[in-house]
Protein backbone atom coordinates (compact mmCIF):
# COMPACT_ATOMS: atom_id res chain seq x y z
CA UNK A 1 0.00 0.00 0.00
CA UNK A 2 1.10 3.60 -1.24
CA UNK A 3 0.19 6.73 0.84
CA UNK A 4 0.38 10.43 -0.31
CA UNK A 5 -0.01 12.58 2.17
CA UNK A 6 -0.14 16.47 0.42
CA UNK A 7 -0.36 19.76 2.30
CA UNK A 8 0.14 23.24 1.23
CA UNK A 9 -2.45 25.39 -1.10
CA UNK A 10 -4.83 27.84 -0.33
CA UNK A 11 -5.98 30.88 -1.36
CA UNK A 12 -3.96 33.63 -2.79
CA UNK A 13 -4.53 36.26 -4.38
CA UNK A 14 -3.22 37.24 -8.52
CA UNK A 15 0.36 37.30 -8.80
CA UNK A 16 1.11 35.18 -5.48
CA UNK A 17 3.02 32.00 -4.47
CA UNK A 18 1.59 28.73 -2.79
CA UNK A 19 3.96 25.72 -2.24
CA UNK A 20 2.28 22.41 -2.32
CA UNK A 21 4.30 19.69 -1.26
CA UNK A 22 3.19 15.57 -0.96
CA UNK A 23 4.85 13.01 0.82
CA UNK A 24 5.36 9.43 0.30
CA UNK A 25 4.84 6.55 1.85
CA UNK A 26 4.52 2.80 2.45
CA UNK A 27 5.53 -0.28 0.55
CA UNK A 28 7.78 1.97 -2.23
CA UNK A 29 10.80 0.40 -3.26
CA UNK A 30 13.23 3.16 -4.53
CA UNK A 31 12.15 6.22 -6.51
CA UNK A 32 9.07 6.63 -8.65
CA UNK A 33 8.07 8.63 -11.05
CA UNK A 34 5.85 11.40 -9.21
CA UNK A 35 4.06 14.17 -10.53
CA UNK A 36 0.91 17.25 -9.88
CA UNK A 37 -2.16 16.75 -11.57
CA UNK A 38 -5.36 19.77 -11.38
CA UNK A 39 -8.97 19.27 -12.02
CA UNK A 40 -10.79 22.79 -12.33
CA UNK A 41 -14.86 22.32 -11.87
CA UNK A 42 -16.58 21.03 -14.88
CA UNK A 43 -13.13 19.94 -16.13
CA UNK A 44 -11.33 16.63 -16.80
CA UNK A 45 -7.71 16.61 -14.41
CA UNK A 46 -4.74 17.70 -16.64
CA UNK A 47 -1.10 17.01 -16.13
CA UNK A 48 0.48 20.24 -14.49
CA UNK A 49 4.04 18.49 -13.74
CA UNK A 50 5.73 15.59 -13.11
CA UNK A 51 9.08 14.44 -12.20
CA UNK A 52 10.62 11.39 -13.22
CA UNK A 53 12.80 9.08 -10.67
CA UNK A 54 15.96 10.56 -12.63
CA UNK A 55 14.74 13.99 -12.18
CA UNK A 56 13.93 14.45 -15.26
CA UNK A 57 10.86 17.68 -15.60
CA UNK A 58 8.24 18.20 -17.73
CA UNK A 59 5.58 20.73 -17.38
CA UNK A 60 1.92 21.87 -19.14
CA UNK A 61 2.46 24.93 -21.74
CA UNK A 62 -0.21 26.76 -19.03
CA UNK A 63 2.77 26.92 -16.30
CA UNK A 64 6.05 26.65 -18.01
CA UNK A 65 8.05 29.74 -16.52
CA UNK A 66 5.73 30.12 -13.75
CA UNK A 67 5.74 26.46 -11.70
CA UNK A 68 8.39 24.43 -10.49
CA UNK A 69 8.45 20.54 -9.39
CA UNK A 70 11.19 19.43 -7.46
CA UNK A 71 11.63 16.30 -5.11
CA UNK A 72 13.53 15.73 -1.87
CA UNK A 73 14.75 11.91 -2.94
CA UNK A 74 15.60 11.38 1.11
CA UNK A 75 11.96 12.26 2.15
CA UNK A 76 10.19 11.06 -0.29
CA UNK A 77 8.64 13.97 -1.55
CA UNK A 78 7.62 16.14 -4.14
CA UNK A 79 7.55 19.45 -4.10
CA UNK A 80 5.55 22.53 -6.66
CA UNK A 81 6.83 25.72 -6.38
CA UNK A 82 3.88 28.22 -8.02
CA UNK A 83 4.81 31.40 -8.65
CA UNK A 84 2.68 34.36 -10.65
CA UNK A 85 -0.62 32.35 -9.83
CA UNK A 86 -3.43 33.43 -12.33
CA UNK A 87 -6.91 33.53 -11.88
CA UNK A 88 -7.15 30.12 -14.06
CA UNK A 89 -5.08 28.37 -12.14
CA UNK A 90 -7.88 28.02 -9.72
CA UNK A 91 -8.32 24.00 -8.72
CA UNK A 92 -7.81 20.73 -6.60
CA UNK A 93 -3.95 19.94 -7.56
CA UNK A 94 -3.55 16.03 -6.67
CA UNK A 95 -0.11 14.48 -6.10
CA UNK A 96 0.56 11.23 -8.13
CA UNK A 97 2.73 8.43 -7.93
CA UNK A 98 3.32 6.00 -11.05
CA UNK A 99 4.20 2.39 -10.05
CA UNK A 100 6.10 1.10 -13.20
CA UNK A 101 4.50 -2.44 -14.81
CA UNK A 102 1.33 -3.83 -16.47
CA UNK A 103 -0.46 -2.14 -16.25
CA UNK A 104 1.14 0.95 -14.68
CA UNK A 105 -0.29 1.35 -11.27
CA UNK A 106 -1.62 5.04 -10.36
CA UNK A 107 -1.87 6.30 -6.50
CA UNK A 108 -3.23 9.99 -5.52
CA UNK A 109 -3.20 11.84 -2.48
CA UNK A 110 -6.03 13.29 -1.35
CA UNK A 111 -6.27 16.64 -3.30
CA UNK A 112 -5.37 20.13 -1.93
CA UNK A 113 -7.70 23.10 -3.14
CA UNK A 114 -6.29 26.07 -4.51
CA UNK A 115 -7.95 29.39 -5.01
CA UNK A 116 -6.25 32.37 -6.60
CA UNK A 117 -8.67 35.24 -6.75
CA UNK A 118 -8.16 38.24 -9.08
Known amino acids: QVQLVESGGGLVQAGGSLRLSCAAS????????MGWYRQAPGKQRELVAS???????NYADSVKGRFTISRDNAKNTVYLQMNSLKPEDTAVYYC????????????WGQGNQVTVSS
Open 96 to 107: NLKIPGWPVRDY
Open 26 to 33: GRISGLKD
Open 51 to 57: ISSGGST
